[in-house]
């Protein structure tokens, strides 16, 4: 009788021996998402890497006169510290960006930016060094004139660096920095007087 009991448990202690390990594998695969989840919420979520101008100022003022038709031309280079600030928990390797100089809307100058690689949490400070040619100013001469005549005029930078932020070495998501600025600049001290910036990204 105690043998046919015996014989009769031990499919039962089976049964019971294999729910409970499928109901510890369902509890570490549910932990293991659960921690999954977190980690993509916080720590792997793709923050905005942001750009900012540190400084600006106008390194040289080359005005020149032709002849004998007469034409003026006004070379403005503008030296920019951009900074990239990185905030993700992971690397952010960037490539080529570029800055473009606008004045009412219309390009009138650009500049590269070298590639680099910025740590997680890190920052990195890009130089720019752009010019205006007054002669790429032909339709808007008069605007320029009259706003030197007032005494300052705006310049626009629009700065866009690509790249992409790298979680664990395998996981990697694309980003762009990009970046507006509003320069006034003063006349004819040729000094940067206000600055407005504003930053995003697209991921």
Do not use: W
Request: aromatic share 6%; with cysteine.
């Amino acid at each position: 009788m105690t043998e046919n009991s015996d014989h009769l448990n031990k499919p039962n202690k089976r049964k019971r021996f294999c729910l409970i390990a499928i109901g510890v594998v369902l509890f570490l695969i549910l932990l293991l998402f659960i921690i999954a989840l977190i980690l993509a919420l916080t720590v792997f979520k793709t923050r905005q890497p942001r750009t900012q101008i540190l400084s600006a100022s106008v390194d040289g003022v080359a005005p020149r006169i032709s002849f004998p038709a007469v034409q003026i031309e006004l070379n403005i280079t503008l030296d920019l510290m951009i900074l990239v600030e990185n905030r993700n928990h992971a690397s952010f390797k960037h490539g080529t960006g570029k800055t473009f100089l606008l004045y009412q809307g219309n390009q009138v100058g650009d500049a590269d930016l070298y590639p680099g690689f910025i740590p997680a949490r890190g920052n990195s400070t890009l130089p720019c060094r752009l010019t205006l040619q007054a002669d790429r100013l032909a339709n808007n001469m008069s605007n320029l004139i009259s706003d030197v005549l007032g005494g300052e005029f705006v310049l626009e930078t629009r700065t866009r660096i690509p790249g992409k932020v790298n979680f664990l070495g395998f996981i990697k998501k694309h980003a762009v920095a990009v970046s507006e600025c509003q320069l006034t600049i003063g006349f004819p001290d040729m000094k940067v007087k206000r600055q407005v910036c504003k930053s995003k990204a697209k991921l």
